[in-house]
C-alpha cells in the first residue's frame, strides 16, 4: 500500500496527486500516516510499515521526497499501532507508538544535539486505542490516551525536566468512562483541552 498525498500549492487552485512511496522509494504501509512540519522546516509524513518498523518520507526547500527506516538507524521495538508525530515546547520532534511489547516508545529527533535520532521508552501502559500528543500552553509535552479502564491518562514532561509523569485525568477530576479515543490542542484562547 502506497502512501498518495494531494497537493494545492500557494496561489493555485488546482491539486495534483502523487505517490510519495513511490517518489521516496520508500516501504509499503501498512497503518495510517501521520503529517508534520519539523521543527527545522522540514516536511515529514510518518507511518508504519508492513514489516511494523516505522518509517519517514520527508522533503525540504529542494523539493525531493527521500524515504528513511528508522530502525535501520536505531534499533527499536517493533511497533504494534499508528505512530503520531508532534514537536515540543524544547523543539525535540518527537514520534510515538506503542510498540510489540506493549510498551510505549518514543523517537526524538534533537537537531540542536547533532540531529540523531534515539529512543525512549517510559514503560508499559495499557491503551485501548491510539495516542494524542500535544505541547500545552504551560510548555508541558503531554501524550494522552484512553486506558483499557476507560480512563483517560496522560504522560506530562514539564519543560526542562528528563522523567515523565502519569495521571489518571478521569480518576482525578471525576470524568465519565471514555467510549472513543482523545483528542488534545491547545485552544485561541490558551485553554489546554482533551
Do not use: C
Not at 8 to 37: E, F, I, K
Amino acid at each position: 500500500t502506497h502512501i498518495h498525498v494531494l497537493d494545492l500549492p500557494s496561489g493555485s487552485s488546482t491539486w495534483s496527486v502523487n505517490d510519495l512511496t513511490g517518489l521516496a522509494g520508500g516501504a509499503a504501509a501498512a497503518g495510517n500516516p501521520a503529517a508534520h512540519v519539523r521543527s527545522d522546516g522540514v516536511n515529514e509524513v510518518v507511518y508504519r510499515g508492513i514489516d511494523n518498523h516505522i518509517y519517514t518520507l520527508t522533503v525540504s526547500t529542494t523539493q525531493s521526497w527521500s524515504s528513511t527506516d528508522l530502525f535501520s538507524t536505531i534499533a527499536a521495538p517493533l511497533a504494534a499501532g499508528e505512530p503520531v508525530v508532534y514537536t515540543r515546547s524544547d523543539q525535540i520532534d518527537e514520534i510515538v507508538y506503542i510498540g510489540t511489547d506493549g510498551f510505549m516508545h518514543m523517537l526524538d529527533l534533537n537537531l540542536a544535539e547533532g540531529g540523531k535520532w534515539t529512543l525512549y521508552s517510559p514503560g508499559q501502559i495499557f491503551a485501548a486505542g491510539p495516542l494524542a500528543v500535544f505541547a500545552r500552553s504551560d510548555s508541558v509535552n503531554t501524550i494522552v490516551y484512553r486506558g483499557t479502564d476507560g480512563h483517560i491518562r496522560d504522560l506530562e514532561l514539564p519543560s526542562g525536566a528528563t522523567k515523565w509523569l502519569g495521571n489518571d485525568l478521569s480518576g482525578t477530576y471525576s470524568a465519565p468512562a471514555a467510549a472513543g479515543d482523545p483528542a488534545a490542542y491547545v485552544r485561541t484562547d490558551k485553554t489546554n483541552e482533551i
